[in-house]
């Protein structure tokens, strides 16, 4: 199904899908040449990136699952027809069931050849925001196939409430592979123009790139415009606080200089 169009039909099955899987994937959302003109730009960015990391072999699983930058609509206009794209936070507002959306922070993850798996996690275990309307949206800048990781979901454990405390790491890779393992694994290729959201409290991973190439993708995390910051549960959800949301505090609008509303 395409939502390039976004009728409401369309828009509103995606919902229901979303609603009930806590993931869908919109097949052609995007136009290849909007992805073709800024993706020169993010590869530039992850190559310098590249230069200051220490060789794959002597990183931890982490540093091996990609190389991550941040906020990069914030250092390179280049990419603001991606990542401020009306397109993008209308249907991830529409998925959500918000007037609005905001931006939290964008990502490139490039995962390099050789590169390992990224563990089972949940992105809200990291957001102080006090909301279940928080999404995620994976675009590659090129097609994903298998063996390059693209993302992989269990689909409706956003409603499992299962390990919400676990950080990223090996830990949680074991744990959820365990307790995830009777609900249903989505793990297909994505094409060129492709983008999925999933929410902040569905579990994901991915595989191992055992391509010769670079797996390129650009994320964008949105949440509803009009949510409140939350108390933090642990440390990593007040290291994020002071990242991408200075300023703020608990109980007042999730609304810093770095998050404006997108429509
Ligand atoms: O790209 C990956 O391997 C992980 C991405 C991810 O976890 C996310 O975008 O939430």
């Not at 052609?28 to 003109?37: E, H, I, K, R």
């Amino acid at each position: 199904m395409t939502a390039q169009t976004l009728e409401a039909p369309a828009t509103d099955r995606l919902a229901a899908d979303y609603a009930r899987d806590g993931v869908v994937h919109c097949t052609g959302l995007l136009d290849p040449a909007l992805l073709a003109a800024v993706r020169p730009v993010i590869d530039a960015d992850a190559e310098e990136l590249g230069r200051r990391l220490p060789p794959l072999a002597q990183r931890g699983t982490y540093g091996k699952a990609f190389r991550q930058s941040m906020n990069l609509w914030r250092r390179l206009p280049e990419v603001h027809p991606l990542v401020l794209s009306p397109l993008l936070a209308r249907t991830a507002a529409r998925l959500m069931g918000c007037r609005a959306v905001r931006i939290y922070h964008d990502q490139a993850l490039y995962k390099e050849p050789g590169g390992g798996i990224t563990p089972w996690h949940v992105d809200q275990h990291y957001w102080p925001l006090a909301t279940t309307r928080t999404i995620t949206a994976w675009i590659p800048l090129l097609d994903v196939p298998a063996a390059m990781g693209p993302l992989e979901f269990a689909l409706g454990s956003q409603r499992c409430g299962f390990g919400r405390e676990l950080a990223i790491s090996d830990e949680s890779e074991r744990q959820a592979a365990a307790s995830l393992r009777d609900l249903p694994w989505r793990a297909q290729p994505y094409r060129l123009g492709d983008v999925s959201f999933h929410a902040g409290w569905t579990w994901h991973r991915s595989g191992a790139n055992t391509s010769r190439a670079m797996r390129a993708v650009m994320t964008v995390i949105y949440y509803d415009a009009d949510a409140l910051v939350a108390e933090p549960a642990n440390t990593d959800q007040r290291n994020d606080l002071a990242a991408w949301l200075p300023g703020c505090l608990p109980g007042q609008p999730a609304a810093s200089v770095l998050n404006p509303v997108l429509e």
